[in-house]
């Protein structure tokens, strides 16, 4: 997450004029509870990649997800 978290510092979302700073979470994480769980559930599966087969798919293959 160092690229997405570097991008982010160097956005409108991370310094802005009004000084107001949106969160990953603000959009990124719905604040109902059932969709907060599918979320976290579906977000197991990076844990698995990074503890387990230690392999998470590339920089350029994330950015064409996205």
């Given amino acids: 997450m160092t690229i997405p978290y570097e991008e982010y510092q160097g956005s409108v979302h991370f310094s ?6 949106a969160e990953c979470s603000d959009c990124h994480i ?13 977000a197991s599966k990076d844990l698995y990649h ?3 087969t ?4 590339d ?3 994330m950015r064409n997800i996205a």
């Fill in 16 to 21: 802005n004029s009004k000084g107001i700073r």
């Fill in 30 to 42: 719905p604040q109902d509870a059932i969709g907060y769980l599918i979320t976290k559930v579906r």
């Fill in 50 to 52: 990074e503890f387990v």
């Fill in 54 to 57: 230690n392999k998470l798919p």
């Fill in 59 to 61: 920089e350029e293959r």
